[in-house]
């Protein structure tokens, strides 16, 4: 037999805010997507060269999601052959000083690998 399950009398905890901001940014590549396009709009090519290792489906896919969480908005460009132009909404641009500031400590510590001579942790 079980222990009886306590009816707990502890309000639950409000939605983080901070979970809500990361899931906005959740999915491999769009922190590095939203990285590419802080300066200006970009178009799909470009954004392809700027991240060489991510595969153009994977791009995509991520341009598509960032674009369905009000990120990142997508304007067809009416060329011959047709393009589109990606840039940041401003909710997409709210969230570059924190990035920028993740991106801050990011070169102190690579920069403090390289002084010691070690590589990046595992993980």
Known sequence: M???IRKSKVEP?????LSEVLRLLRGAWAHNVVWSLSGEPRRFGELRHDLPKISARVLSARLRELETRGLVTRRVLHTSPP???YALT???RELLP???ALASVGRKLIAEWETLGQQRPAG
């Open 90 to 92: 401003p909710l997409g």
């Open 98 to 100: 924190a990035i920028d």
């Open 83 to 85: 393009s589109a132009e």
């Open 13 to 17: 905890r409000p939605t983080c805010p």
């Open 2 to 4: 079980g222990l009886p």
